[in-house]
């Protein structure tokens, strides 16, 4: 079955710090990864996108990486502020459905304090 | 571009009554998505369009659910008769259909069905 499964479910981080998101995928065939932020009372917005090939992508202050041969994806954010507050939600698009079909995490909840 | 547009933003109704949840997407875009999220089972598809033609039904849920899309510019989904077990927020997405393609998100309808 295809899964895409994340942790932690919610982290709380001091402002300034880095943190480290996890994903795991069950997926196949694969693809291509999103890492997606969403706000609350917003839909999602995409960070990152990785294909097969791609083993990291930045956006800013967000740097994902992909192990294709794990199954694994993370999303680092480095000196977190407190916009930063959100759930990210890992994406995995399914490879025979002309990538129309998207399988999503649960989400990582992320608040950054003060 | 304002992005995809939903309407309305919040939507609270009686157990029994119809609800339509409205949507235009983003301008040229010929894929359009209907999801459904909630705090136990994230984001899930309900159907996808492309060239206003529903291609994926299988993610509604059952028949008091519908979707249609007249022309590409505007899309409706249904609930008769609503459930309290459909509170969730509704999101449509819309994308063109290059492979890859990200799909944007629209800011929600959140339902409550007392």
């Known amino acids: 079955k295809n899964q895409v499964e994340q942790s932690p479910q919610s982290l709380i981080i001091l402002e300034g710090k880095n943190c480290t998101l996890q994903c795991n995928y069950t997926v196949s065939p694969f693809s291509n990864l999103r890492w997606y932020k969403q706000d609350t009372g917003r839909g999602p917005v995409s960070l990152t996108i990785m294909t097969f090939s791609e083993n990291t992508k930045s956006n800013g202050r967000y740097t994902a990486t992909l192990d294709a041969d794990t199954k694994q994806s993370s999303l680092h954010i480095t000196a977190s502020q407190l916009s930063d507050s959100a759930s990210y939600i890992c994406?995995?698009?399914?490879?025979?459905?002309?990538?129309?079909?998207?399988?999503f995490g649960t989400g990582t909840r992320l608040k950054v304090l003060a | 571009d304002a992005g995809v547009i939903q309407s309305p933003r919040h939507e609270v109704t009686e157990m029994g009554q119809e609800v339509t949840l409205r949507c235009k997407p983003i301008s040229g875009h010929n894929s359009l998505f209907w999801y459904r999220q909630t705090m136990m089972r994230g984001l899930e598809l309900l159907i996808y369009?492309?060239?206003?033609?529903?291609?994926?039904d299988s993610g509604m849920p059952e028949d008091r659910f519908s979707a249609k899309m007249p022309n590409a510019s505007f899309s409706t989904l249904k609930i008769q008769p609503s459930e309290p077990r459909d509170s969730a927020v509704y999101f449509c997405?819309?994308?063109?259909?290059?492979?890859?393609?990200?799909?944007?998100f629209g800011p929600g309808t959140r339902l409550t069905v007392t």
């Open positions: 997405a819309s994308s063109s259909t290059a492979p890859g393609n990200e799909q944007y």
């Open positions: 994406v995995v698009s399914e490879g025979t459905s002309g990538t129309y079909k998207y399988i």
């Open positions: 369009f492309n060239n206003n033609v529903p291609i994926d």
